[in-house]
């Protein structure tokens, strides 16, 4: 079983439409959870980061954790054409472990 | 630079070939890691250095891959007698804090892509 599990899509969704993020990891332990964008061809960028149980938000971007159910999701409203690109959950244990990413396209 | 530069950005190499690939991180940055990102996969942690140590090497796939980071500044990928399952991009990324703790910001190179002929 891999560290950390994504839906794998792709997802397309219309511009101005929510579009909805899934993401499962295996250590029970872990404290700290972390969405990355990547646009293609280029390297990861850090957009929002979760310690605590239940919503962060961040501008048009929601992060949710449930340690209980090992599950974080990460939501983003009124999705634009820029937001096209692969989301990668991780978690850290001193290093970060990185989902397989889903790819996200907005469409206009 | 500003930013985690890496070289080269594009390499080819023969099968059997030996590559290095580099890494600059930004300036005082302590610890420094090494991915393997295949097409269509997150990146794989291969290598972790804190200043000069290499405090992990777990996620190296071979001993045909070896890292180093002498001055605890610049490090060097090395791949020894390359196969074709190697190409992959290879990004390196740097953080401040010791094991990336913190708010786990790992701040990426633009990243090596290598592919084996």
């Not at chain 1, 997802?11 to 250590?27: M, R």
């Not at chain 1, 990547?38 to 501008?59: A, C, T, V």
């Amino acid at each position: 079983q891999k560290e950390v599990e994504q839906n794998s899509g792709p997802l397309s969704v219309p511009e101005g439409a929510i579009a909805s993020l899934n993401c499962t990891y295996s250590d029970r332990g872990s404290q700290s959870f972390f969405w990355y964008r990547q646009y293609s061809g280029k390297s990861p960028e850090l957009i929002m980061f979760i310690y605590s149980n239940g919503d962060k938000e961040d501008g048009r971007f929601t992060a949710q954790l449930n340690k209980a159910s090992q599950y974080v999701s990460l939501l983003i409203r009124d999705s634009q054409p820029s937001d096209s690109a692969t989301y990668l959950c991780a978690v850290i244990n001193y290093k970060l472990s990185f989902g397989a990413g889903t790819t996200v396209t907005v469409r206009a | 630079g500003a930013g985690v530069s890496q070289s080269p950005r594009y390499k080819v190499a023969k099968r059997g070939q030996d590559v290095a690939l580099r890494c600059d991180p930004i300036s005082g940055h302590v610890s420094l890691f090494w991915y393997q990102q295949a097409l269509g996969q997150g990146p794989e942690f291969l290598t972790y250095f804190q200043n000069e140590a290499q405090l992990d090497k777990s996620g190296l796939p071979s001993d045909r891959f070896f890292a180093e980071r002498p001055e605890g500044s610049v490090s060097t990928l090395k791949i020894q007698r390359t196969q074709q399952e190697d190409s992959a991009v290879y990004l390196c990324a740097s953080s401040f804090t010791s094991g990336g703790e913190g708010t786990g910001e790992l701040f990426f190179g633009e990243g090596s892509r290598l592919t084996v002929l």
